[in-house]
């Protein structure tokens, strides 16, 4: 469960680093997009079977709930009003929750659609 949990958390550390808004949600959605699509099978397990975790389920589902916060705070931007951090929040797992539910979909045709449903909440 480790490696994909520490590569959406690098995911989301590059995502802060970046120079705009436009770019940050570029490397939190199509980051966190492309992670969850390249280990789908885990992915599905982690976030909806909690019994595969064991003795490390509280830190792991921390740690996760963790990564989406700052995801979602990162997409809002700065100084955000309620509706924005709403946006935010839905842009996400607009972008994120349907991997988990389209196992008969290509990779890149998904990715696609997750980034124009996604990025089609965050516009104004």
Do not use: N
């Not at 992670?35 to 509280?58: F, I, Q, W």
């Not at 994120?96 to 539910?101: A, F, I, K, L, S």
């Amino acid at each position: 469960m480790r490696p994909p949990i520490d590569r959406l958390d690098a995911t989301i550390q590059d995502a802060a680093a970046a120079p705009t808004l436009a770019e940050v949600r570029q490397r939190v959605l199509g980051g966190c997009v492309d992670v969850m699509l390249g280990h789908r099978e885990t992915m599905v397990l982690l976030l909806r079977d909690a019994s595969v975790h064991g003795d490390e389920t509280p830190e792991v589902m921390s740690r996760v709930a963790g990564i989406t916060s700052r995801a979602v705070e990162l997409l809002a931007g700065p100084d955000p009003d309620w509706r924005g951090r709403v946006r935010a929040a839905q842009a996400f797992a607009a972008a994120t929750d349907p991997v988990g539910h389209l196992p008969d979909v290509p990779d890149d045709e998904l990715r696609e659609e997750l980034l124009l449903g996604a990025s089609a909440i965050l516009s104004p």
